[in-house]
């Protein structure tokens, strides 16, 4: 009986009114709490945790739920309709037309136009005439529009905009497919959504502790902060308050300890500054043209998708962009330029470059470093980035990335791929590494590093590659560069033995010391 006394005494009112509410014949998940209870989801999830610590409840089972909720883009393909049909539209009103004209009769980016333009030309519905403008070729619309547009009104129809996988037929899972991103919302009408229902029964010492509960007295509405508005009204002299053990010793806490990841952010960098390489570093706000364009990513293109960037509110747009450098990148990627290439023959766009976004990739750092950069010379930075991504063991939506570039003469792959086994094995502590062909718009050949995690079990570490002549020879640059982008974050998982890129940035002091003591 002495335990049960010491164990109702260390229940929270969220675990007690779980208690006097429910017997060992109910299936209790989150949801029925919320609904019954009126708690807010995380208290469910909070009391379950705790009355399975205490051996009073055991989970059930549990079921695997996929959503798909519509995005603020989504209710905008909404009013206006989407990029595809607004392009078919406009062509059969307009005739013929070059793919910057769409954009700007329709005021889209360029980069949606040339994405909508590649799939409906794939599906026979536009094609591209003898003089480079897009023309509608009298085809049937692809009944998967139709499909997408019956999605997002059906969306639109229900409670928070959320359609169940389950909800759907086989032809407009196939459909959505299309139209969603599980990491990254960026212009997608859909993001998906991956829920569990957990279902707990009440178990153990279940009928003692409600015995035991109701002999003393305890509600589960007792008072366990006194709040200033209880104070000036005088409710606090109705109620009764929970009891409280001040004999507990306060948390040990270790001021002045320098955390585990920052202390493998400095080796890294004395890594590398004793191999000859000056560190470089940039803004975390940057242009598109920074950002992607001086790198050959074409701005129509859905290659520009790979990065779903956070835009800037205020200002919107940068006032300027250097010369001669502007000049040079408009010239490669209308014509080619000097870089000996044909380029991708569109009209660049001054207004999109120049626009502000929070820094997606590392190699940014490297486009800005070129054109100042010394022949033979070494350079690397650690550079903060940001996604708009779902966040996962492996994946965060701001990240750390280690940029380097080496340039010279005698510069090739095999000194790239030096540097690339260096990373994963002397850095990351890696037994196992394999080099994977990769594609990055701005690198020919593209290279990706893997390496396998005991738990996590193979992933990408970074990419690499030699820069393409379309992005060294605008800078003024006429040498071979070798270039990378490694995850530093998924380096430390290894470094570390850590097995979720969270861990990084806990602040839990005990397990920062846990893993400064491995470190």
Same mark, same amino acid.
């Given at each position: 009986?002495?335990?049960?006394?010491?164990?109702?005494?260390?229940?929270?009112?969220?675990?007690?009114?779980?208690?006097?509410?429910?017997?060992?014949?109910?299936?209790?998940?989150?949801?029925?709490?919320?609904?019954?209870?009126?708690?807010?989801?995380?208290?469910?999830?909070?009391?379950?945790?705790?009355?399975?610590?205490?051996?009073?409840?055991?989970?059930?089972?549990?079921?695997?739920?996929?959503?798909?909720?519509?995005?603020?883009?989504?209710?905008?393909?909404?009013?206006?309709?989407?990029?595809?049909?607004?392009?078919?539209?406009?062509?059969?009103?307009?005739?013929?037309?070059?793919?910057?004209?769409?954009?700007?009769?329709?005021?889209?980016?360029?980069?949606?136009?040339?994405?909508?333009?590649?799939?409906?030309?794939?599906?026979?519905?536009?094609?591209?005439?003898?003089?480079?403008?897009?023309?509608?070729?009298?085809?049937?619309?692809?009944?998967?529009?139709?499909?997408?547009?019956?999605?997002?009104?059906?969306?639109?129809?229900?409670?928070?905009?959320?359609?169940?996988?389950?909800?759907?037929?086989?032809?407009?899972?196939?459909?959505?497919?299309?139209?969603?991103?599980?990491?990254?919302?960026?212009?997608?009408?859909?993001?998906?959504?991956?829920?569990?229902?957990?279902?707990?029964?009440?178990?153990?010492?279940?009928?003692?502790?409600?015995?035991?509960?109701?002999?003393?007295?305890?509600?589960?509405?007792?008072?366990?902060?006194?709040?200033?508005?209880?104070?000036?009204?005088?409710?606090?002299?109705?109620?009764?308050?929970?009891?409280?053990?001040?004999?507990?010793?306060?948390?040990?806490?270790?001021?002045?300890?320098?955390?585990?990841?920052?202390?493998?952010?400095?080796?890294?960098?004395?890594?590398?500054?004793?191999?000859?390489?000056?560190?470089?570093?940039?803004?975390?706000?940057?242009? *598109?043209?920074?950002?992607?364009?001086?790198?050959?990513?074409?701005?129509?293109?859905?290659?520009?998708?790979?990065?779903?960037?956070?835009?800037?509110?205020?200002?919107?747009?940068?006032?300027?962009?250097?010369?001669?450098?502007?000049?040079?990148?408009?010239?490669?990627?209308?014509?080619?330029?000097?870089?000996?290439?044909?380029?991708?023959?569109?009209?660049?766009?001054?207004?999109?470059?120049?626009?502000?976004?929070?820094?997606?990739?590392?190699?940014?750092?490297?486009?800005?470093?070129?054109?100042?950069?010394?022949?033979?010379?070494?350079?690397?930075?650690?550079?903060?980035?940001?996604?708009?991504?779902?966040?996962?063991?492996?994946?965060?939506?701001?990240?750390?990335?280690?940029?380097?570039?080496?340039?010279?003469?005698?510069?090739?792959?095999?000194?790239?791929?030096?540097?690339?086994?260096?990373?994963?094995?002397?850095?990351?502590?890696?037994?196992?590494?394999?080099?994977?062909?990769?594609?990055?718009?701005?690198?020919?050949?593209?290279?990706?590093?893997?390496?396998?995690?005991?738990?996590?079990?193979?992933?990408?570490?970074?990419?690499?590659?030699?820069?393409?002549?379309?992005?060294?020879?605008?800078?003024?640059?006429?040498?071979?560069?070798?270039?990378?982008?490694?995850?530093?974050?998924?380096?430390?998982?290894?470094?570390?033995?850590?097995?979720?890129?969270?861990?990084?940035?806990? *602040?839990?002091?005990?397990?920062?010391?846990?893993?400064?003591?491995?470190?």
């Amino acid at each position: 009986m002495t335990d049960i006394k010491n164990l109702i005494k260390n229940l929270h009112p969220l675990e007690t009114k779980v208690l006097l509410n429910y017997s060992l014949k109910d299936i209790l998940t989150s949801d029925r709490l919320v609904k019954e209870l009126g708690y807010k989801e995380g208290h469910a999830n909070q009391a379950f945790s705790w009355l399975t610590g205490k051996n009073l409840i055991s989970e059930e089972s549990r079921t695997p739920h996929v959503y798909y909720e519509l995005t603020d883009f989504g209710k905008v393909v909404a009013k206006n309709g989407s990029a595809e049909e607004r392009i078919i539209v406009y062509l059969k009103e307009n005739g013929p037309k070059l793919l910057p004209e769409i954009a700007a009769g329709l005021a889209l980016e360029n980069k949606d136009i040339g994405s909508a333009f590649g799939a409906l030309s794939k599906e026979g519905v536009l094609k591209m005439n003898a003089e480079k403008k897009a023309e509608y070729t009298g085809a049937p619309i692809p009944r998967r529009i139709e499909i997408s547009k019956g999605l997002i009104q059906k969306a639109l129809s229900v409670e928070n905009n959320q359609l169940e996988s389950t909800s759907l037929s086989k032809e407009e899972l196939d459909v959505m497919s299309g139209l969603t991103k599980k990491r990254g919302v960026s212009e997608t009408p859909f993001r998906t959504i991956e829920r569990e229902t957990v279902a707990y029964k009440l178990s153990g010492m279940f009928d003692q502790v409600v015995d035991a509960l109701k002999k003393a007295g305890i509600t589960g509405e007792e008072i366990g902060e006194i709040t200033p508005s209880m104070l000036s009204s005088g409710d606090w002299k109705k109620g009764t308050f929970r009891g409280y053990n001040i004999s507990i010793p306060p948390a040990r806490i270790i001021p002045g300890r320098t955390n585990p990841y920052v202390q493998f952010l400095e080796s890294v960098k004395d890594k590398l500054c004793s191999l000859g390489f000056e560190e470089f570093d940039g803004p975390l706000v940057e242009t *598109e043209f920074w950002n992607g364009d001086a790198l050959f990513m074409p701005q129509f293109h859905a290659a520009r998708d790979i990065h779903d960037v956070y835009r800037i509110k205020t200002p919107t747009h940068a006032k300027s962009i250097e010369e001669p450098y502007l000049s040079n990148v408009r010239e490669v990627h209308q014509n080619g330029g000097n870089s000996g290439s044909r380029g991708w023959n569109y009209q660049f766009d001054n207004e999109f470059t120049r626009r502000l976004i929070m820094r997606s990739q590392g190699t940014v750092l490297s486009a800005h470093q070129l054109h100042t950069a010394k022949i033979p010379g070494k350079y690397f930075g650690i550079a903060r980035c940001f996604r708009y991504d779902k966040v996962d063991a492996t994946h965060l939506s701001d990240f750390y990335q280690t940029e380097g570039i080496v340039l010279g003469e005698n510069v090739n792959l095999r000194t790239l791929l030096g540097f690339l086994r260096m990373f994963a094995v002397e850095i990351a502590g890696a037994t196992e590494v394999k080099y994977v062909p990769g594609y990055f718009p701005f690198t020919e050949p593209s290279i990706e590093v893997h390496i396998k995690h005991p738990k996590l079990g193979w992933f990408e570490l970074g990419g690499s590659g030699i820069f393409r002549p379309e992005v060294t020879k605008a800078m003024g640059i006429d040498v071979p560069v070798a270039a990378w982008g490694i995850g530093i974050d998924r380096m430390a998982l290894m470094a570390l033995g850590l097995n979720d890129l969270r861990e990084l940035f806990c *602040e839990d002091i005990e397990r920062v010391r846990l893993r400064k003591a491995k470190f």
